[in-house]
């Protein structure tokens, strides 16, 4: 009898031990998540400093500073923009890599910078995923194929008939090695089965007045960059690597509506991210509120005179972005053989 007793008392002790051990884990949880919900709803609790890789004045730059503007308004806080140009953006990113995982401190960048440099470098001093957090886009353009205004070339058509009957025959230009320009040109190359002869130049301002003066048959360009001799009458559009007409050019065809491969896009576009840790309530405030901004009419229309369009995506639509950049970028440089240190 006693046994019994004892097992049954120690059968019963042993199911209230577990209920208030799995009560506690419940409660646990629950203040974590409470404390991580409360976090999300004061942050910012002071200035927001996002680090950025572009000059001042350049189109990302002043892109993120609209976007900037109305953060701050919508929190109340400072959202200051800090330029750290130079070294392919690696300034910028040593600059937040190690900065407190609150939220308080951001980065800008570019796909090509998160898409293209692991090929292009073999030595980074940074891991993308493992050393921050993404948040969200902020804007993306697309490439226009830029021909001087007397090409012979009327359409695509025309220049990839041209660069299959001589090839290395037709040359493009690009404002640097490994530059999108030249990666997006490569990548068409391979879509179109034909060999053409990079040029590159030393700045982009040179590359579209080469192009006007015939040094180079053609460069891709974004109508930002390339915008000023297009609008001249000094150069043209020629296609969009865009999967439809892109506002603002309803008279520019895409690529394959232009005699191009189907499907062939090339496009810019950067993002916000954090340094790895922030919280996940913080994240998601953060992309929400962002896509709140950029919901806003007149924010668009801002957006929409530097021929950029709203992009805004939550973690997960960033990240397959990402892949589907990188494999194309990888793909490409690897088959080029490029390296930049």
């Not at 559009?237 to 896009?265: D, H, M, N, Q």
């Not at 576009?269 to 953060?286: C, D, H």
């Not at 005179?305 to 709203?310: C, F, I, R, S």
Request: with cysteine.
């Amino acid at each position: 009898m006693t046994r019994r007793f004892a097992l049954t008392q120690y059968a019963c002790f042993s199911r209230r031990d577990a209920g208030s051990l799995a009560l506690a884990a419940v409660l646990a949880v629950g203040s974590a998540f409470t404390a991580s919900t409360a976090l999300a709803q004061d942050f910012p609790t002071k200035a927001v400093r996002i680090v950025t890789p572009f000059p001042a004045g350049s189109g990302p730059e002043v892109a993120l500073r609209l976007v900037a503007d109305r953060l701050s308004k919508l929190w109340g806080q400072p959202v200051i923009v800090d330029n750290r140009p130079g070294a392919s953006g690696f300034i910028a990113i040593q600059a937040i890599r190690r900065a407190a995982p609150d939220g308080h401190e951001l980065l800008q960048m570019d796909n090509a910078q998160m898409a293209a440099q692991p090929f292009l470098f073999k030595r980074l001093s940074y891991d993308l995923l493992r050393d921050f957090e993404p948040l969200t886009p902020i804007f993306r353009n697309y490439f226009f194929v830029n021909v001087p205004a007397g090409s012979p070339y009327k359409n695509m058509a025309d220049l990839i008939a041209a660069a299959k009957a001589k090839p290395d025959h037709v040359n493009y230009g690009s404002w640097f090695v490994g530059s999108p320009g030249h990666i997006g040109a490569a990548m068409l190359e391979t879509a179109t089965g034909t060999k053409m002869t990079h040029v590159p130049y030393k700045e982009m301002s040179q590359l579209y007045v080469g192009v006007a003066s015939q040094e180079v048959d053609w460069a891709f360009g974004s109508a930002a960059s390339a915008g000023a001799m297009q609008r001249a009458g000094k150069n043209r559009y020629l296609a969009v690597a865009a999967p439809k007409r892109v506002a603002g050019f309803p008279e520019v065809p895409t690529i394959a509506e232009s005699g191009g491969p189907a499907g062939f896009e090339l496009s810019a576009w950067t993002a916000l991210l954090a340094p790895k840790g922030t919280p996940r309530a913080t994240v998601e405030k953060i992309q929400k509120d962002v896509a709140s901004v950029m919901s806003d009419q007149d924010f668009k229309d801002k957006y929409a005179a530097m021929y950029y369009e709203p992009y805004a995506l939550n973690t997960e639509g960033f990240l397959q972005q990402l892949r589907t950049d990188s494999k194309r970028y990888g793909d490409t440089i690897k088959r080029l053989n490029i390296s930049l240190d």
